[in-house]
């Protein structure tokens, strides 16, 4: 690469690489594959090695998984549905799932599970799409998250050890904490989104990703599990260790078993998609072109402007600053605030990060991609300071 790569400053391009090195050195992440595209052009970084204290090194196709950057996946799926008239933003769900047909509301968030009132209205696929349908991750110690915990709808990064109709069964017997369309809560709709996805298409979720999204991307290393031969390019996943925050073996119950489907495919990332850093970027090209890639469209203009402009009211944001910041959402992913004030997050950006260390976005104002990738899980819904050294630092190197 010469001095400058699409208006990026190779000299400074040359920083973030020793910036991620020392990260690396100090054992913040064992290992990293940081991407910057901007204007045609891209830099990739892989640095350190697959498993810590190993010899294979980082490469620029290692696998990662992919955890809650499925979200936005999810949503561009959605979308392909409703224009073709399969599904409509505001019907109601209950067709479909009839597990969420008439759903109860508790009176109060954390009040006893009896104490309940019918919902004002149905659940819809904006709802879904929103994270308002009613129901999500609940952090406080409550009747309801206690209930969520012992139905096995506990949101973490290996999933369920059921299938979708199960899942959306338990999830229907319980109540909504709040009232459809009146309150963001994390997690929860992209995975009803999935179920939804594989009844309207009489399908299952994965094979439909693959079919629409992933096959005309040329995401080659893209999807729930993995071919044998592909198993040595999966980056092993660790977990801060409590106290000292060093990155330790995370296990799990698919740790082992990539080379076979989950049980649920998620749609919020639960088993988690696997994906490579190119893979990212083609999805993220695809949203950045307003739906378009090299051989036609996945979604209308219209859709993806639809799905990256924030939904959400001020009041449903206040309480949620600690997973939006100073942004809101759109559909399955983030958008970032109009002048936030940060050099390290460009106004109007979108998308997310994923639980167990990645993270990618798109700004349009400055026609760029970031994305990095890590084998540590976060320990807080904040990614840790070397995520946002990428894009300070990212953000720097515009050289136009």
Same mark, same amino acid.
Request: net charge negative; glycine share 12%; hydrophobic share 40%.
């Given at each position: 690469?010469?001095?400058?790569?699409?208006?990026?400053?190779?000299?400074?391009?040359?920083?973030?690489?020793?910036?991620?090195?020392?990260?690396?050195?100090?054992?913040?992440?064992?290992?990293?594959?940081?991407?910057?595209?901007?204007?045609?052009?891209?830099?990739?970084?892989?640095?350190?090695?697959?498993?810590?204290?190993?010899?294979? &090194?980082?490469?620029?196709?290692?696998?990662?998984?992919?955890?809650?950057?499925? %979200?936005?996946?999810?949503?561009?799926?959605? @979308?392909?549905?409703?224009?073709?008239?399969?599904?409509?933003?505001?019907?109601? *769900?209950?067709?479909?799932?009839?597990?969420?047909?008439? &759903?109860?509301?508790?009176?109060?968030?954390?009040?006893? @599970?009896?104490?309940?009132? #019918?919902?004002?209205?149905?659940?819809?696929?904006?709802?879904? +799409?929103?994270?308002? +349908?009613?129901?999500?991750?609940?952090?406080?110690?409550?009747?309801?998250?206690?209930?969520?915990?012992?139905?096995?709808?506990?949101?973490? #990064?290996?999933?369920?050890?059921?299938?979708?109709?199960?899942?959306? %069964?338990?999830?229907?017997?319980?109540?909504?904490?709040?009232? /459809?369309?009146?309150?963001?809560?994390?997690?929860?709709?992209?995975?009803?989104?999935?179920? @939804?996805?594989?009844?309207?298409?009489?399908? /299952?979720?994965?094979?439909?990703?693959?079919?629409?999204?992933?096959? &005309?991307?040329?995401?080659?290393?893209?999807?729930?599990?993995?071919?044998?031969?592909?198993?040595?390019?999966?980056?092993?996943?660790?977990? &801060?260790?409590?106290?000292?925050?060093?990155?330790?073996?995370?296990?799990? #119950?698919?740790?082992?078993?990539?080379?076979?489907?989950? *049980?649920?495919?998620?749609?919020?990332?639960?088993?988690?998609?696997?994906?490579?850093?190119?893979?990212?970027?083609? !999805?993220?090209?695809?949203?950045?072109? %307003?739906?378009?890639?090299?051989?036609?469209?996945?979604?209308?203009?219209?859709?993806?402007?639809?799905?990256?402009?924030?939904? +959400?009211? #001020?009041?449903?944001?206040?309480?949620?600053?600690?997973?939006?910041?100073?942004?809101?959402?759109?559909?399955?992913?983030?958008?970032?605030?109009?002048?936030?004030?940060?050099?390290?997050?460009? /106004?109007?950006?979108?998308?997310?990060?994923?639980?167990?260390?990645?993270?990618?976005?798109?700004?349009?104002?400055?026609?760029?991609?970031?994305?990095?990738?890590?084998?540590?899980?976060?320990?807080? /819904?904040?990614?840790?300071?070397?995520?946002?050294? !990428?894009?300070?630092?990212?953000?720097?190197?515009?050289?136009?």
């Amino acid at each position: 690469m010469g001095d400058q790569a699409g208006g990026l400053s190779a000299q400074r391009l040359e920083r973030m690489r020793e910036a991620l090195a020392q990260a690396v050195a100090a054992g913040d992440v064992p290992g990293v594959v940081a991407l910057v595209h901007r204007r045609g052009e891209t830099y990739v970084a892989a640095l350190g090695t697959l498993e810590l204290g190993g010899d294979a &090194p980082m490469r620029r196709d290692t696998i990662f998984r992919m955890a809650s950057m499925t %979200k936005p996946i999810t949503a561009v799926a959605t @979308l392909i549905l409703v224009e073709e008239c399969r599904l409509r933003l505001d019907d109601p *769900v209950g067709g479909l799932l009839p597990e969420l047909a008439a &759903p109860r509301v508790l009176r109060r968030p954390d009040g006893p @599970l009896d104490d309940t009132v #019918p919902a004002e209205r149905a659940i819809t696929v904006r709802d879904l +799409l929103t994270f308002r +349908l009613g129901a999500g991750l609940v952090l406080s110690e409550s009747p309801i998250q206690r209930a969520m915990a012992e139905a096995g709808l506990g949101i973490g #990064p290996d999933g369920p050890a059921f299938g979708p109709d199960e899942w959306i %069964k338990r999830l229907g017997s319980l109540p909504l904490v709040h009232q /459809p369309g009146t309150a963001w809560m994390y997690n929860t709709g992209a995975d009803v989104l999935g179920v @939804l996805i594989a009844r309207a298409t009489d399908r /299952p979720f994965a094979e439909f990703l693959s079919e629409r999204i992933f096959e &005309p991307l040329g995401m080659r290393d893209t999807g729930f599990h993995l071919p044998k031969e592909k198993l040595d390019r999966l980056a092993a996943s660790y977990a &801060p260790t409590p106290g000292t925050g060093a990155p330790a073996l995370r296990p799990g #119950p698919r740790e082992g078993a990539w080379d076979r489907p989950p *049980v649920f495919a998620s749609g919020a990332g639960g088993p988690s998609l696997l994906s490579t850093a190119d893979d990212y970027l083609a !999805f993220c090209r695809m949203l950045l072109s %307003k739906g378009r890639y090299d051989g036609g469209r996945i979604l209308s203009r219209p859709a993806v402007e639809l799905m990256t402009t924030d939904h +959400l009211t #001020p009041a449903q944001k206040a309480g949620n600053e600690m997973f939006l910041g100073s942004g809101g959402w759109g559909f399955g992913l983030a958008v970032d605030a109009m002048g936030a004030g940060d050099l390290a997050v460009g /106004p109007g950006r979108f998308g997310w990060t994923g639980g167990l260390g990645t993270q990618a976005y798109a700004d349009p104002a400055e026609d760029m991609v970031g994305i990095l990738l890590t084998q540590r899980a976060l320990d807080s /819904p904040l990614p840790p300071r070397v995520f946002q050294d !990428f894009w300070t630092l990212a953000y720097a190197a515009i050289d136009d």
